[in-house]
């Protein structure tokens, strides 16, 4: 019998072969048909997996809360990337900068001295960038705040951390459940039950 040959299937998708070094932040904006929300971490693309139910709830209600709590300066930005530097720009799925900072509708990605406030709901596929990678780009980059948003159960923990200026590190401020409620960047109240979330 002779030997069997497997042949690939037409719809595999051609992904973009990195050059030499890696790729750039600036690619991001040349690079054709890249899926929604392609980031870039030390120089390598990273794609999202679908997202579910409660990533885009979680997002709802915290950027809702964010929008009625800020003072009038701040801008809340959903879903879009930062430049860290050359290598690296990665995409918090809320953050809070001032409103001079958002240019006109072509603006793809802000700066990083503009970022007050970074917030990332964990994934499935993203535990270990949320929970270490993202956290120490972001505090090395400058950004005064964090939240790291968990799923317990179908219910939002918010972890979040503050900047220490003497060390450049986070340092944690609580895990808040069912309320968050906070004084800095400036206060904040918000119900993490609220079951208008789901809808």
Do not use: C
């Amino acid at each position: 019998m002779g030997a069997t040959m497997t042949v690939a299937p037409t719809n595999t998708p051609a992904w973009p072969i990195p050059p030499e070094g890696g790729w750039t932040a600036a690619d991001l904006d040349r690079l054709p048909d890249l899926p929604p929300h392609t980031e870039l971490l030390d120089g390598n693309l990273v794609f999202m997996s679908p997202q579910r139910n409660f990533h885009i709830y979680a997002i709802r209600l915290l950027e809702y809360g964010l929008l009625a709590a800020r003072p009038v300066d701040l801008a809340v930005i959903r879903e879009m990337t930062v430049t860290l530097g050359k290598r690296d720009r990665p995409e918090p799925d809320l953050m809070l900068v001032p409103k001079t900072a958002v240019i006109d509708d072509q603006q793809s990605d802000y700066r990083p001295e503009d970022v007050l406030l970074a917030v990332e709901v964990v994934s499935p596929d993203s535990v270990e960038r949320d929970r270490d990678v993202k956290p120490r780009k972001y505090a090395g980059a400058g950004f005064p705040h964090y939240w790291r948003v968990e799923n317990e159960k179908g219910e939002l923990a918010v972890h979040v951390f503050e900047r220490e200026v003497a060390t450049g590190s986070y340092a944690p401020q609580g895990i808040f459940r069912g309320r968050l409620t906070l004084e800095v960047p400036f206060p904040i109240d918000i119900d993490l039950t609220d079951p208008q979330r789901w809808l």
